[in-house]
Nanobody, 126 residues
Framework: VQLVESGGGSVQAGGSLRLSCADT????????IGWFRQAPGKEYEGIAA???????TYADSVKGRFTISRDNAKNTVYLQMKSLLPEDTAMYYC??????????????????????WGQGTQVTVS
């Protein structure tokens, strides 16, 4: 396993969680990292991405509530989630790719652009 997500759990609506995505094998300071989620019975949704230069992209559904950041020294990307809603309930995945962020804002949130995926962490908001 190379990408490892953590930080999921159960919270009440309005609460906060911080997810982490660590690359256990390589330094990914030059990689584009994306966060995706999949709710039961629904398609994957790209929600946030961060490029190697720190530039970020957010889906409208999370803009203003979620913040993606990276700590290259720790080889970790974070997703700070605030004001959580029941509709945020999903399995959350991080993914990495060298080039996904270079193709434009739409590609940053396109799951097909990402090569390597973690196993996911569950977030439940009630």
């Amino acid at each position: 396993v190379q990408l490892v997500e953590s930080g999921g759990g159960s919270v009440q609506a309005g609460g906060s969680l911080r997810l982490s995505c660590a690359d256990t094998a390589y330094s990914y300071s030059r990689y584009c990292i994306g966060w995706f989620r999949q709710a039961p019975g629904k398609e994957y949704e790209g929600i946030a991405a961060i490029d190697s230069d720190g530039s970020t992209t957010y889906a409208d559904s999370v803009k203003g509530r979620f913040t993606i950041s990276r700590d290259n020294a720790k080889n970790t990307v974070y997703l700070q989630m605030k004001s959580l809603l029941p509709e945020d309930t999903a399995m959350y995945y991080c993914a990495e790719d060298r080039f996904a962020c270079l193709k434009g804002p739409n590609s940053r949130l396109d799951r097909n652009e990402y090569r390597l995926w973690g196993q996911g962490t569950q977030v439940t908001v009630s």
